[in-house]
């Protein structure tokens, strides 16, 4: 084996491994459908939703923590299918971890002061978002992102708004629409 | 560079894992089948003798009550890759 043929082995090996890019779409849509769901069925039945004081809390704790047990076992069923993480993978995992803990300590915070806690979350989410798609070079979720960052900083400034209304419109542009065009991407393009 | 490196390293196949490994976390058995384009056996015995020489480590665990084996570089590893490019850079820039 020449020199030639050693670098050509080298880039080849290099080009095969590849961060999957499906997944993170896939959570990315998961989420972004989850969250625009329970905002609409609050908006329209709070009867069911806020039927007494704790119910509303309980209805935006539990769903998603039910949710993030399925998406780690997913997230983990697919790890092990691809066989391998590479360092890129590993820091899009890191940063989507501390977003969920810093999403508790929110709710915490937000359920101690008696405050809602959407725009912050919702912030939060936003530089999540831009981190996740500077860092994977996609330009969509960063756009995203960055929107979702825009638009809650108008939100701030606009007394009166509908907090379930903002997190479908946040939603939908920051997550959701750029989650899907992440999924729908050919990866070998 | 050491010889003993470079003769480790004109196997296609170690080249391969070394490739793959420098570029992952980790990896497992299977991720390196796929990668390599090897047989199991010849897999194996290059493994083998990429651990012996202290390039690579592995991990074994159960997951799911199935033993699993996980590979990834040792810090040795990535030096000896790291000096065995620059080499191959070299003879590509006099080229």
Redesign the interface.
Known sequence: ?N?E???R??NK??A??KFALKPLGFNLIFWGFLIISMSLFQYFFPEIVQFNKYSALIYWVLIPLLGMIYTTYYNIKIG?K??????L??VIKIIWGVFGVSWIVIIIISLLNNVNPVQDILFLLGTTLMMSGLIIKFNKITLGGISLIIFILYTYFVPGLNFLLVNVVGITFGMLLPGLALYLYKENE | MNKEIEKL??N?IR??II??LI??????F???L??TDSTKGNLSIQLKKLNEAKLIKIKKYF?QSYPTTDYSITNKGKKNFEDF?KQ?EL??MKK
């Open positions: 084996m020199k043929e050693q670098i082995i080298i090996t290099i095969k491994t092990n691809i066989g391998y993480e590479t360092i993978g590993r | 390293l004109f296609p080249l391969k490739s793959f570029n992952v976390e980790h990896g497992n299977k991720a390196l796929e990668i997951q490019f191959l003879y590509n």
